[in-house]
């Protein structure tokens, strides 16, 4: 990934997205979710600390400032729209297109955002479910209201050692990165908007549908969130 790949923003998606799940940013979180080593995620909180984008507290948590938040919202908008883009125009192989967008990101211009929208008839979320934030910015007309987590649960929470009926509705931006994991769900058809049955066993949870099923670790399973009881 190398030379379309901007640090900065790299960060500021990474922060938005740990908000986004319910988790505390905090460098540790970043170097384990980028791969990188705690002295460079260090340095680079530490300069965009200093251009006045993020705080860090007392207890190391990182919270960004109204202009890293800003930033932050059109990094992941412009993320957003290249994964709608390379799915529903380019048909790429779903496992492939978290980081295809991911170079994306970094290059699109806002008239090339405001041109996938138009092509697209407007999309709010993903593929993936998940919610593009800021398309007020884009479109006027667009809600100002980004959805959140409300009905929504990870699936070891929503499920048992029973086999119950849950609807998929959003795979978390970590999990897009796990190939394997990735490749498990389309096999059995677990994507956003599917019904499939899950049971929660003792350090794993199967998934699936129509007799076929995958078991993934508890882990994995937290960043795909369903609805109960559909």
Same mark, same amino acid.
């Given at each position: 990934?190398?030379?379309?790949?901007?640090?900065?923003?790299?960060?500021?998606?990474?922060?938005?997205?740990?908000?986004?799940?319910?988790?505390?940013?905090?460098?540790?979180?970043?170097?384990?979710?980028?791969?990188?080593?705690?002295?460079?995620?260090?340095?680079?909180?530490?300069?965009?600390?200093?251009?006045?984008?993020?705080?860090?507290?007392?207890?190391?948590?990182?919270?960004?400032?109204?202009?890293?938040?800003?930033?932050?919202?059109?990094?992941?908008?412009?993320?957003?729209?290249?994964?709608?883009?390379?799915?529903?125009?380019? $048909? *790429? #192989?779903?496992? @492939? &297109?978290? %980081?295809?967008?991911?170079?994306?990101?970094?290059?699109?211009?806002? +008239?090339? /955002?405001?041109?996938?929208?138009?092509?697209?008839?407007?999309?709010?979320?993903?593929?993936?479910?998940?919610?593009?934030?800021?398309?007020?910015?884009?479109?006027?007309?667009?809600?100002?209201?980004?959805?959140?987590?409300?009905?929504?649960?990870?699936?070891?929470?929503?499920?048992?050692?029973?086999?119950?009926?849950?609807?998929?509705?959003?795979?978390?931006?970590?999990?897009?990165?796990?190939?394997?994991?990735?490749?498990?769900?389309?096999?059995?058809? $677990? *994507? #956003?908007?599917? @019904? &499939?049955? %899950?049971?929660?066993?003792?350090?794993?949870?199967?998934?699936?549908? +129509?007799? /076929?099923?995958?078991?993934?670790?508890?882990?994995?399973?937290?960043?795909?969130?369903?609805?109960?009881?559909?």
């Amino acid at each position: 990934m190398s030379e379309l790949i901007d640090t900065t923003e790299m960060y500021l998606r990474t922060i938005y997205e740990l908000q986004e799940e319910g988790m505390t940013p905090m460098r540790a979180r970043i170097a384990e979710r980028l791969g990188h080593s705690g002295p460079t995620v260090s340095q680079t909180v530490g300069r965009m600390e200093r251009d006045g984008l993020v705080t860090v507290d007392q207890d190391r948590h990182l919270e960004l400032t109204g202009t890293g938040e800003q930033q932050a919202v059109r990094v992941m908008r412009k993320h957003r729209l290249a994964e709608c883009m390379l799915v529903e125009i380019l $048909a *790429m #192989p779903w496992e @492939d &297109v978290h %980081a295809e967008a991911c170079r994306w990101e970094h290059v699109m211009s806002d +008239a090339v /955002e405001r041109r996938i929208l138009e092509l697209l008839d407007h999309p709010s979320v993903s593929p993936y479910g998940n919610p593009i934030p800021g398309l007020a910015e884009l479109d006027p007309g667009a809600s100002k209201v980004v959805a959140g987590l409300q009905g929504l649960l990870p699936l070891p929470e929503a499920v048992t050692e029973d086999l119950k009926r849950v609807r998929v509705r959003r795979l978390a931006e970590t999990l897009q990165t796990d190939e394997g994991s990735m490749a498990k769900l389309l096999r059995v058809g $677990a *994507m #956003p908007g599917a @019904d &499939v049955e %899950a049971r929660r066993l003792d350090d794993s949870v199967t998934i699936g549908s +129509a007799g /076929e099923y995958v078991e993934m670790s508890v882990e994995e399973a937290r960043h795909i969130l369903v609805e109960a009881g559909t």
